[in-house]
């Protein structure tokens, strides 16, 4: 193997590797990426993808038509179940996220469920079409950095070759189990095991058994085979959680033979035909790193977090790293940003991954409320006495449905998805106070305020209709100036930062009055937004001198 050298080495190509390396690509930024798998992911694993993320590959220039061909019909993935076993009774049900029409006010690509194994495939070939490709089976070993670069020592795996890849910067998308992480000492905090599974991958037909009553996730209840069945595909891939203790338990036992009678007991019928597939261990934890930089280093992805997977947020934040890190590089790499610049990606990112592990942690909590009412949290024999007392005992039947509807944040999280929002960092503070809704996990409540996401809505642009979140350049600021913002284009033109302006009313038809109903904006006012989509200034009116104030906001933000 030959030397390297580029801009940015990712070590790491899942979601979030990829990801970064697709942004990278079009931002003309080179790149190379590692990745210690042969190809990307095989077996099912994470598959919620929320609006936030669909956003940012839309933006990316992802192939979205071929990610929603993959992602599952949300008449399929709309509901989760609360169940004796599959296809026995039916417990409780709740809805499983917005993935309707009614959403489409708010982001223009609602979420889905879309398998990691199907996934990965797409986003590499976004990457390949963008010229580049990750060096699959090649494994980082470790890096040294100077004043300017950090110089890696890769090994390819099939070849048993080593090399060096001189960087300048590296971006550790290495998963929850880190070596690059580990490598330079920065410490996960949080607890490390919270509860263990082997999860069971195999292959089935279960629509039979569900019937009229298709969902995404099972929780089966009876304590005699108690696990979460996960629907990948209700016609042949299922994923069975089931509860494992390695301190009594060698993994070694769970053969196929075995995994498949663990399977076959969750199942109210004999007669199903299933495949085991891959069985692999697996430990819930909700951790943050300490730091998310050492000087040229970053971490992104489960490198950076680990939450437990009770509402889907690891992928999606993996995803939101890149896309806060990415510009900032090419920011400074194309000499428009100060290095400094770089300081906030871990001043923003980090405090939205502690909000995430917080609500996750709460809801895998939360949900232990549902065996607590069932009295399934006994010891086995007492457990099972009480779990056929309460299948006929209506009082004990009414605590269990109160504690399933209690469930119901966990798979309603809109405004938790879409509304995070920076405080400090690449952004100018308005001095105005963040509004929140009464339930900011559950409800979304639009804002222009610096530091939010630009709030979604549907304008006209060179004769299309698009979302005002597709105005936003990935390459440059955005200013998007009202009716009456002439002084603001005059003072853009003096800045010697890119920035590219959209004027509503002029190139930016906006018929449904977005401008001042959401973003609650004047004619004459400004809107700074970075090139993540998230507003970096904003000015609801005009002011006396622009060009001055302009200039003070752009110099503090970069």
Same mark, same amino acid.
């Not at 790491?12 to 970064?20: H, N, Y």
């Given at each position: 193997?030959?030397?390297?050298?580029?801009?940015?080495?990712?070590?790491?190509?899942?979601?979030?590797?990829?990801?970064?390396?697709?942004?990278?690509?079009?931002?003309?930024?080179?790149?190379?990426?590692?990745?210690?798998?042969?190809?990307?992911?095989?077996?099912?694993?994470?598959?919620?993808?929320?609006?936030?993320?669909?956003?940012?590959?839309?933006?990316?220039?992802?192939?979205?038509?071929?990610?929603?061909?993959?992602?599952?019909?949300?008449?399929?993935?709309?509901?989760? =179940?609360?169940?004796?076993?599959?296809?026995?009774?039916?417990?409780?049900?709740?809805?499983?996220?917005?993935?309707?029409?009614?959403?489409?006010?708010?982001?223009?690509?609602?979420?889905?469920?879309?398998?990691?194994?199907?996934?990965?495939?797409?986003?590499?070939?976004?990457?390949?079409?963008?010229?580049?490709?990750?060096?699959?089976?090649?494994?980082?070993?470790?890096?040294?950095?100077?004043?300017?670069?950090?110089? /890696?020592?890769?090994?390819?795996?099939?070849?048993?070759?080593? =090399?060096?890849?001189? /960087?300048?910067? !590296?971006?550790?998308?290495?998963?929850?189990?880190?070596?690059?992480?580990?490598?330079?000492?920065?410490?996960?905090?949080?607890?490390?095991?919270?509860?263990?599974?082997?999860?069971?991958?195999?292959?089935?037909?279960?629509?039979?058994?569900?019937?009229?009553?298709?969902?995404?996730? =099972?929780?089966?209840?009876?304590?005699?085979?108690?696990?979460?069945?996960?629907?990948?595909?209700?016609?042949?891939?299922?994923?069975?959680?089931?509860?494992?203790?390695?301190?009594?338990?060698?993994?070694?036992?769970?053969?196929?033979?075995?995994?498949?009678?663990?399977?076959?007991?969750?199942?109210?019928?004999?007669?199903?035909?299933?495949?085991?597939?891959?069985?692999?261990?697996?430990?819930?934890?909700?951790?943050?790193?300490?730091?998310?930089?050492?000087? &040229?280093?970053?971490?992104?992805?489960?490198?950076?977090?680990?939450?437990?997977?009770?509402?889907?947020?690891?992928?999606?934040?993996?995803?939101?790293?890149?896309?806060? !890190?990415?510009?900032?590089?090419?920011?400074?790499?194309?000499?428009?940003?100060?290095?400094?610049?770089?300081?906030?990606?871990?001043?923003?990112?980090?405090?939205?991954?502690?909000?995430?592990?917080?609500?996750?942690?709460?809801?895998?909590?939360?949900?232990?409320?549902?065996?607590?009412?069932?009295?399934?949290?006994?010891?086995?024999?007492?457990?099972?006495?009480?779990?056929?007392?309460?299948?006929?005992?209506?009082?004990?039947?009414?605590?269990?449905?109160?504690?399933?509807?209690?469930?119901?944040?966990?798979?309603?999280?809109?405004?938790?998805?879409?509304?995070?929002?920076?405080?400090?960092?690449?952004?100018?503070?308005?001095?105005?106070?963040?509004?929140?809704?009464?339930?900011?996990?559950?409800?979304?409540?639009?804002?222009?305020?610096?530091?939010? &996401?630009?709030?979604?809505?549907?304008?006209?642009?060179?004769?299309?209709?698009?979302?005002?979140?597709?105005?936003?350049?990935?390459?440059?600021?955005?200013?998007?100036?009202?009716?009456?913002?002439?002084?603001?284009?005059?003072?853009?033109?003096?800045?010697?930062?890119?920035?590219?302006?959209?004027?509503?009313?002029?190139?930016?038809?906006?018929?449904?009055?977005?401008?001042? /109903?959401?973003?609650?904006?004047?004619?004459?006012?400004?809107?700074?937004?970075?090139?993540?989509?998230?507003?970096?200034?904003?000015?609801?009116?005009?002011?006396?001198?622009?060009?001055?104030?302009?200039?003070?906001?752009?110099?503090?933000?970069?």
């Amino acid at each position: 193997m030959k030397d390297v050298s580029t801009t940015v080495l990712i070590v790491g190509g899942g979601p979030t590797g990829l990801t970064a390396g697709i942004l990278l690509a079009r931002l003309g930024i080179d790149h190379l990426i590692v990745e210690r798998r042969p190809g990307p992911q095989r077996a099912p694993a994470a598959h919620v993808v929320n609006a936030r993320t669909f956003e940012i590959w839309r933006q990316g220039g992802v192939d979205m038509d071929a990610i929603f061909a993959a992602a599952k019909d949300p008449r399929d993935a709309g509901t989760v =179940y609360w169940v004796t076993r599959l296809g026995g009774e039916i417990l409780g049900r709740l809805p499983y996220e917005r993935q309707g029409d009614e959403v489409l006010a708010l982001t223009p690509t609602p979420l889905r469920n879309v398998s990691q194994h199907r996934l990965e495939p797409i986003l590499l070939d976004s990457l390949q079409r963008a010229g580049t490709a990750p060096r699959y089976s090649h494994q980082w070993e470790s890096a040294e950095q100077s004043g300017a670069d950090v110089v /890696s020592r890769v090994r390819g795996i099939d070849g048993g070759e080593t =090399y060096e890849v001189r /960087s300048r910067y !590296l971006l550790a998308a290495d998963g929850a189990g880190s070596p690059v992480r580990k490598s330079i000492g920065i410490q996960p905090i949080g607890p490390d095991r919270i509860q263990s599974f082997v999860m069971i991958h195999f292959e089935a037909n279960l629509r039979p058994i569900v019937g009229d009553c298709p969902g995404v996730l =099972y929780w089966v209840s009876d304590p005699q085979c108690a696990g979460t069945f996960v629907a990948h595909d209700i016609d042949r891939e299922w994923v069975f959680m089931h509860s494992w203790d390695p301190d009594h338990e060698s993994i070694a036992t769970y053969d196929a033979a075995h995994c498949e009678n663990i399977v076959r007991r969750a199942i109210a019928r004999d007669d199903v035909e299933l495949t085991i597939r891959t069985v692999a261990p697996w430990m819930m934890t909700s951790q943050t790193a300490e730091h998310y930089r050492d000087r &040229r280093i970053f971490l992104a992805g489960d490198a950076a977090h680990r939450f437990p997977p009770t509402g889907g947020l690891g992928l999606n934040t993996g995803v939101q790293d890149a896309h806060n !890190l990415v510009w900032k590089i090419a920011a400074v790499e194309k000499a428009w940003a100060g290095t400094r610049l770089l300081d906030t990606y871990e001043q923003e990112r980090q405090p939205i991954a502690h909000y995430n592990a917080e609500q996750s942690f709460r809801n895998a909590m939360r949900i232990l409320e549902v065996p607590q009412a069932m009295g399934t949290m006994e010891e086995p024999e007492r457990a099972r006495q009480h779990f056929a007392r309460m299948l006929v005992d209506p009082l004990r039947r009414a605590a269990v449905e109160s504690a399933i509807a209690n469930q119901a944040e966990h798979f309603d999280m809109l405004g938790l998805q879409l509304g995070y929002a920076y405080e400090t960092g690449a952004l100018v503070a308005d001095g105005t106070e963040r509004l929140l809704p009464a339930n900011p996990v559950r409800e979304f409540l639009p804002s222009s305020r610096p530091g939010s &996401r630009l709030p979604h809505g549907w304008v006209e642009s060179e004769g299309r209709r698009v979302s005002t979140l597709d105005l936003i350049a990935l390459d440059s600021l955005t200013a998007i100036v009202g009716t009456a913002g002439a002084a603001w284009i005059e003072a853009i033109r003096d800045l010697r930062v890119p920035i590219r302006v959209r004027q509503i009313g002029l190139d930016v038809g906006d018929r449904d009055g977005w401008w001042i /109903s959401v973003a609650q904006m004047e004619p004459d006012g400004v809107l700074l937004v970075r090139p993540d989509q998230h507003v970096a200034f904003r000015s609801r009116a005009g002011v006396r001198d622009a060009q001055a104030t302009l200039r003070e906001a752009v110099s503090s933000m970069l």
